[in-house]
């Protein structure tokens, strides 16, 4: 039952954002199912791959596709993703986490308002 | 542009760290994109980013398939729902939702990097004791 509210709500978020069903899972698997992080990563992110189709799918269908935008950024997106598993290995992770938390802060309050 | 923007949250995912989302704020944000046309842009970036991961996962063979499960069938009903409901919210409506999610977020965050602060603290004054 708790796996089922949590992936509905996962997938609201998915949704309605178009990101952040990971924000919702990898915590959700780590504290209420008890596996431990690399697992939780994992199956978070195949878990979101249906979620992002079925998401996409309604935004291709009003028209909120822009394939310029969208192929330029993935493309980009592996290159930095390959780069940032091999920084992985050699970076402090705490002050990147602050840092990210402090840009957060601030683009989410120039959004509100 | 949209290349560097989707360096940097190329590099922000793989640290883990919602790169998602760093990639719709910098298209909404420095590029004035619609938030919906940023949004699906995002979901277009994570097929091919995700795909890559989950191969050398399910190689690893660290993805959890049971529970996968029904995380995938209600998280399906669950997108159906919230993608709609996106679509027929205006977009300052919804940018401004997508910022209250962000501090959310935030403060989760911050209570993450607190715990560890403390845990790591506690640990490392054991093994000073301890010598």
């Known amino acids: 039952m708790k796996n089922k509210i949590i992936g509905f709500l996962a997938g609201i978020i998915c949704g309605l954002f178009g990101a952040g069903g990971g924000m919702i899972l990898v915590p959700a698997f780590s504290m209420i199912d008890k596996i431990d992080e690399k697992e939780a990563r994992a199956t978070s992110i195949f878990c979101i791959l249906p979620l992002v189709i079925v998401s996409f799918i309604a935004y291709f269908k009003n028209q909120y596709i822009d394939w310029n935008i969208g192929i330029k950024s993935a493309i980009g997106g592996i290159v930095g993703g390959i780069i940032g598993s091999i920084l992985l290995k050699k970076l402090n992770n705490q002050i990147l986490n602050i840092l990210f938390v402090i840009f957060l802060i601030y683009v989410s309050i120039r959004m509100v308002i | ?131």
């Open chain 2, 1 to 131: 542009m949209e290349i560097i923007f989707g360096f940097i949250s190329g590099i922000v995912s793989a640290l883990g760290m919602g790169g998602g989302t760093i990639l719709i704020l910098l298209l909404t944000l420095f590029m004035g994109i619609e938030q919906h046309v940023s949004q699906a842009t995002n979901l277009i970036f994570f097929i091919p980013t995700s795909i890559t991961a989950i191969i050398m996962n399910i190689r690893n063979k660290k993805i959890n398939w049971k529970l996968s499960k029904s995380i995938i069938i209600y998280g399906c009903l669950g997108a159906v729902i919230g993608s709609i409901i996106a679509t027929r919210l205006e977009t300052t409506i919804l940018k401004k939702i997508f910022g209250i999610f962000l501090l959310i977020i935030s403060f989760f965050q911050i209570y993450e990097i607190y715990t560890s602060y403390t845990k790591n603290k506690k640990t490392n004054n054991k093994d000073i004791k301890n010598k």
